[in-house]
């Protein structure tokens, strides 16, 4: 067996920051600057012949920055399946525009359509975030959850409910972390978050891998969550779509889960690697290899949605 190296120059990733304490609208382009003293790669393996290698292990891998062996913490298969917690903003606003029964419909519509094998959590955010069903394979509870959602009162959470749902539903552990935010553009009545909390939450969604899919019905024109939305899926590569009026939701929620499922199909050859670093900052030479019979491997910095 021989050790087979891919390398790459590393580029830092950029890391779009978001001012939303005063519901400001501006976007700005800043170097991500690493907190972590962990690192995160995405690596294909195949043989000569092109066939993808799934049954690797941690120790089928070595990584390096500037020719310093890492340790590898762990090499998730890109067939685990995603664990995706749907936030529903079920405030006034949505009721008001008449949309309730479209929501209904366009969730039940994502959980008919979404492949099985993926763990689903739904939860409301309006007024409170409070979990319908928490994170399970069985999709008839999901649908039945789906069908009973009703208004609730007072504004949505968006910002709450995106930080609570990854701060207590989530764990380090997840291969593929995954939030689904159905909002509107009625008002946010979350916690303020400046400038640099955003930036800190941001950064810990990528150093674990998360994706973000953000559905917006825009009734007013848009908002914050609109803004919120587009940068965090610009940042994470994931699906972001915004509406008029809450009827295309039954159509676009079909979209965005079969575009998820076809995603993870492409994605399932690609491990996830966690290792640690000797310091936060990121080497300027990473070099990857896999022990196999001639084994070619790939480098991916992110396993993000092309542009939509």
Do not use: C
């Amino acid at each position: 067996m021989r050790n087979h190296y891919a390398i790459t120059s590393h580029t830092p990733s950029r890391l779009l920051r978001f001012l939303t304490a005063a519901m400001v609208a501006a976007l700005v382009g800043t170097p991500h600057a690493s907190a972590q003293s962990q690192g995160q790669l995405f690596a294909s393996v195949t043989t000569q012949e092109g066939e993808p290698v799934l049954d690797l292990t941690a120790d089928s891998f070595q990584i390096q920055e500037d020719g310093v062996t890492m340790k590898i913490l762990s090499a998730d298969p890109g067939t685990t399946p995603m664990k995706v917690a749907v936030l529903v903003d079920n405030s006034e606003a949505i009721n008001a525009s008449n949309g309730l029964t479209a929501l209904r419909r366009g969730i039940t519509g994502f959980l008919e359509t979404l492949p099985l094998q993926h763990e689903v959590g739904l939860f409301s955010i309006a007024g409170r975030v409070a979990p319908l069903v928490d994170f399970t394979n069985d999709r008839d509870e999901l649908l039945d959850a789906a069908d009973g959602l009703f208004a609730g009162s007072g504004g949505a959470k968006m910002i709450d409910g995106m930080r609570e749902t990854w701060d207590r539903r989530f764990s380090s552990e997840d291969a593929w972390p995954v939030m689904v935010m159905v909002v509107t553009d009625g008002p946010e009545t979350s916690g303020n978050m400046n400038e640099d909390q955003f930036g800190a939450f941001t950064l810990d969604l990528l150093s674990r891998g998360a994706m973000v899919h953000v559905v917006v019905v825009e009734t007013r024109g848009g908002g914050v969550q609109s803004q919120i939305g587009q940068n965090l899926t610009t940042n994470t590569g994931g699906f972001y779509r915004s509406m008029n009026s809450p009827t295309a939701l039954t159509n676009t929620l079909n979209e965005l889960a079969t575009t998820m499922g076809e995603h993870f199909d492409e994605m399932s050859p690609r491990y996830r690697l966690l290792y640690e670093r000797p310091s936060d900052t990121p080497g300027a030479q990473m070099g990857a290899g896999v022990v196999g019979p001639n084994y070619k491997m790939q480098l991916f910095a992110d396993r993000r949605m092309p542009p939509q």
